[in-house]
């Protein structure tokens, strides 16, 4: 009597998960296996193994699943039916306990197998562009995994809140002349490209689907991963680790071109950074020359009422708040004042930190820090290497002593 | 009368009844009260409040994920809905539910007349609730937005300057110490507390279960509550642990969470497998298989449960020996968790199955763990998790395991226990109506996310591009949830009008097998008269199995038979 229902609902069951299979099977590889496409050997190899874990999955999952049902439906409770009061069988627990160990050694050598086309990068191929041997911007302990032959094209990215800055290595070791760009990373194909991954403020993930797995860029550490793409194209990502507000707009993508296509993109890209760095200095030196001439036009007419003989200003005390304003044009010292602001100066730049508020429970020698290696602290809101990092160089001692004193008397009110 | 056996004297087996003291009444004796079993109640009815918390978070985080592009939510309401509702779903949801399951019945089941430490079992709860209330403070002024993970240095001052931290913060801290010192109480109570005869290997599988979650909890707390200490030092008190400008290191923050948070996983999932163990053998009609191989394999999953925990972190820049390690420490994981489902369909095989709603969502439950585990290899195999690591593949993972594991199991509990509570049954055609939508909405909701993590969607993104399906996937999604709302609402309705109109159950509706059913229902203050002797896991089998034999002598003998 029962058994006619069981087995058209055992049908319909079948049917139902059929009919769902089949749709998903035909549609897109997203549905079941991660995305490729670029023809990076590490994306590749990623995805067969998880394909090949997916079949095993899919025989444990349907033999367990089955058994489960069948032993629903047999066993299910009936007029008459005797539940046999079995405790247990010690061979039954080895024989699966040994079962589920094969499997894991199963995929565990499977993996190691297919662990150095996914870890290690290939050199590049004839075709791809040529790159000199690697000037890393590495900094951390770990070494960065490279081509048997050294030679790859290293990228540094950079997360910030919420964008990745992409920095290409050079030849040379000042790593602030370098051809940079924002979220598009342009690649050449063929070529084995490394990159350096790094956070500036919190941590976030460099994700390129297509491209191979993700990795973290935390702040305070260096983390590695390469590709070699064979296919020109676009590939796109996101960054996938939570790092705020703005985390889901904070968008990445790898547009992948021929080698010659590269040089033409990085060259041009060179000869715009460099003219608009020069018309930055240019700006700058404007901004300079003004100050000076005001400084200039304003100090004769405060010494004149005291008529007395021309006797040079006394320049180690006097200065501070000159130092400020206008720096040392002769030695390349850049004016505080043209970037941030300070009301006893009388300055209201807004290129950096405003200093009335963010020094306000620094000390003397915090400040000076400060000045000499500016990328050390950097106020919130503010992004490292835009405060000129020379000040050691452009200031003698004694003006630094006395530009500190100045700053430092004039935010806490002295 | 002579004996022949000492069995024959010692367990005449008495229906004890509730004559001990009158029940004090009124909402101060339940403020006031040290009662377990009253301790249990406010435990349960205080997470399904949470849970209804939870649960409007998560449907509120589904519709502004319906369709592509959505606007309906800031990205700034987006992550503190989110935040709020894995760290309500996993501290003030599924903790003080498994606090209060495990309140109300390990005594029981134990044949103790109450917890080791009855004050500290009420301090316990009050913590518990101060954690919440405090979390929820944050409502008013601004919630956390760092997740349940809340990594440094995203949840420090420079880059989360309200106070929403500081109370996830000090939830951590009150739940925390309200777990600890629970977890000390229960494994007090089950070491020394037991009835005569319940050996080692007589003691009830959930029991076993909560002894083992009583360690794991033991073991981890104590670091996330010194992780979250560092983090309020970082934030108010100038030091630097986690900022790496200044010397911190960001992994180390995440190395403690996870020391706690992977066993936490194991401290959500394993009383649910308690539970299951106790409902598939009395439906079942057959006893537990395999009962040693099951308290190997809790104890196992507990043992390497905790030394896997860096499996979370395998795309941070970590040693290659590391990853290896922790791959491989992952798998193992999967062979005592292969062995308890082996044993449970085994234990289901050759019986005369029942399947009232308790048993419904015991199997609902083997299903869904079974998919969730499955999917645990693939990101336990590191170059995969590399692809799979916070996309929505985890999400769907997780909730597989957590749902799957503990949800389930502690609905299928609920609807087993219930009558024992309140006396009276609940309704089982609603049961199942509820366990339907419940069960498919979950399937519905996120079978799908697994593709939806696989075609690039990663997780906690408050927006996304309609690209590679993402709409139609997440679409799917929002419509399962709602489905499982209603289930969830469909309980709830269920056990409000059952406890008035549920039909009495008698002490022992299921003919079941442990202590807690030799009492009344509910049981008096004191919970035993008598507190038998045990010979066997399932004592109360023993007790049936005397009575009738008891029954049987007395007509023989022509004597009148006990009433």
């Known amino acids: 009597m029962t058994s006619r229902p069981a087995k058209q609902t055992f049908l319909f069951a079948f049917i139902l998960v059929a009919a769902l299979l089949i749709p998903a099977s035909a549609a897109m590889a997203g549905v079941i296996a991660p995305e490729s496409g670029g023809g990076t050997p590490n994306a590749e190899g990623i995805r067969s193994l998880y394909l090949l874990i997916f079949g095993i999955g899919c025989v444990v999952f349907f033999g367990v699943g089955g058994l489960l049902i069948y032993t629903l439906v047999r066993f299910r409770s009936r007029r008459g039916s005797v539940a046999v009061q079995a405790h247990g069988n010690t061979r039954l627990e080895v024989a699966w306990t040994v079962g589920a160990a094969m499997i894991l050694v199963l995929i565990s050598v499977v993996t190691f197998l297919k662990l150095d086309q996914i870890k290690n990068p290939p050199n590049s191929s004839a075709d791809g562009l040529s790159t000199p041997m690697n000037v890393a911007f590495n900094t951390g302990p770990a070494k960065p995994a490279l081509p048997p032959n050294g030679h790859s094209l290293n990228i540094d990215v950079n997360g910030q809140q919420y964008i990745w800055r992409y920095t290409y290595a050079d030849t040379d070791t000042n790593n602030l002349n370098n051809v940079f760009a924002y979220e598009q990373m342009v690649v050449p194909t063929d070529t084995t490209v490394s990159l350096t991954i790094r956070a500036q403020d919190v941590q976030h993930s460099w994700w390129i689907p297509s491209l191979g797995g993700k990795f973290d860029a935390v702040p305070g550490y260096t983390n590695y991963t390469w590709f070699k793409i064979t296919k020109p194209g676009t590939y796109n990502g996101q960054c996938a680790e939570l790092c705020g507000r703005g985390h889901a707009t904070m968008i990445a993508s790898v547009k992948a071109v021929s080698p010659a296509e590269f040089k033409v993109w990085y060259a041009a890209q060179k000869l715009a950074i460099t003219s608009a760095e020069r018309q930055a200095a240019a700006a700058r030196n404007a901004l300079v020359a003004k100050d000076a001439a005001v400084l200039k036009a304003a100090a004769p007419s405060a010494a004149a009422p005291m008529a007395a003989p021309a006797r040079p200003a006394p320049v180690a005390m006097a200065d501070g708040k000159t130092l400020f304003v206008a720096g040392v044009p002769a030695t390349g010292a850049l004016a505080c004042g043209s970037c941030h602001t300070l009301s006893a100066a009388g300055t209201n730049g807004a290129v950096g930190p405003n200093l009335d508020v963010v020094l306000k429970t620094w000390n003397a020698a915090m400040i000076r820090e400060a000045i000499l290696y500016p990328n050390k602290m950097i106020a919130k809101g503010y992004a490292a290497n835009i405060m000129p990092a020379n000040y050691g160089a452009t200031l003698t001692k004694a003006q630094l002593d006395v530009l500190v004193k100045y700053v430092d008397d004039s935010v806490h009110g002295k | ?563």
């Open chain 2, 1 to 563: 009368m002579t004996t022949t056996t000492a069995e024959t004297t010692t367990a005449a087996p008495e229906i004890v009844t509730g004559t001990a003291a009158p029940r004090p009444t009124g909402w101060l004796s339940w403020l006031t009260t040290t009662d377990h079993k009253r301790i249990g109640i406010m435990y349960l009815v205080a997470s399904w409040m949470f849970l209804v918390l939870g649960g409007v978070e998560a449907l509120l985080i589904r519709l502004q994920l319906a369709v592509p592009d959505n606007t309906l939510l800031s990205p700034q309401t987006y992550n503190a809905l989110f935040t709020m509702h894995g760290t309500t779903m996993i501290f003030l949801f599924l903790m003080p539910m498994i606090a209060g399951i495990a309140n109300y019945l390990v005594p029981l089941m134990i044949g103790a007349r109450d917890m080791a430490f009855p004050k500290l079992n009420a301090l316990s709860l009050w913590l518990f609730i101060a954690g919440g209330v405090v979390f929820y403070g944050s409502l008013l002024f601004s919630p956390a937005e760092c997740g349940w993970t809340c990594y440094a240095p995203l949840s420090e001052t420079a880059f989360s300057p309200t106070n929403g931290v500081d109370s996830w913060i000090f939830l951590i801290h009150l739940t925390g110490i309200a777990s600890f010192i629970g977890a000390l109480n229960l494994f007090v109570t089950i070491t020394n507390m037991r009835a005569p005869g319940m050996s080692w290997s007589r003691i009830p599988l959930f029991v076993w279960t909560m002894l083992t979650q009583a360690i794991l909890l033991i073991i981890s707390l104590p670091v996330i509550a010194g992780a979250v200490t560092l983090l309020l030092t970082d934030r108010h008190f100038g030091t630097h642990f986690f900022d790496p400008s200044n010397g911190g290191s960001p992994l180390l923050w995440q190395h403690l969470f996870w020391f706690f948070g992977h066993p936490e996983v194991y401290i959500l999932v394993l009383p649910g497998f308690g539970i299951i163990s106790e409902i598939l053998p009395v439906f079942s009609r057959k006893p537990i298989f395999g009962y040693k191989a099951i308290v190997a394999a809790t104890l196992g999953i507990a043992v390497i449960g905790t030394l896997v925990w860096a499996h979370h972190m395998f795309t941070v820049p970590l040693p290659f020996f590391l990853l290896i390690f922790f791959m491989l420490g992952t798998y193992l994981v999967a062979i005592p968790t292969g062995v308890k489902i082996f044993n449970w369909i085994f234990t289901m095989w050759r019986g005369a199955i029942e399947f009232p709603v308790a048993m419904l969502y015991s199997v609902g439950f083997l299903a869904t763990f079974l998919l969730g585990g499955i999917t645990g290899i693939f990101l336990a195999t590191f170059p995969v998790d590399w692809q799979l690591h916070d996309t929505y593949f985890v999400v769907a993972h997780f909730h597989y395991t957590i749902v799957g594991g503990a949800v389930f199991a502690l609905m299928a509990g609920l609807y087993y226990w219930f009558p024992k509570m309140t006396g009276r049954m609940m309704n089982e055609k609603l049961g199942k109506i509820s366990f339907g939508f419940t069960l498919g909405g979950f399937w519905i909701t996120f079978l799908v996310q697994h593709s939806a993590g696989l075609s690039g969607m990663p997780r906690r993104v408050y927006e996304y591009a309609d690209v590679n399906n993402l709409g139609l996937y997440n679409m799917i999604s929002t419509i399962g949830s709602f489905i499982l709302a209603l289930g969830v609402l469909l309980t709830i309705i269920n056990i409000v009008t059952s406890l008035k109109n549920g039909a009495k159950s008698g002490p022992d509706p299921w003919r079941g097998n442990t202590l807690e059913w030799f009492t009344p229902s509910p049981p008096p203050l004191n919970n035993f008269d008598v507190v038998p002797r045990v010979r066997s896991v399932e004592p109360m089998q023993d007790i049936r199995r005397q009575i009738e034999r008891q029954d049987r002598v007395g007509d023989e003998a022509g004597v009148v038979a006990r009433s």
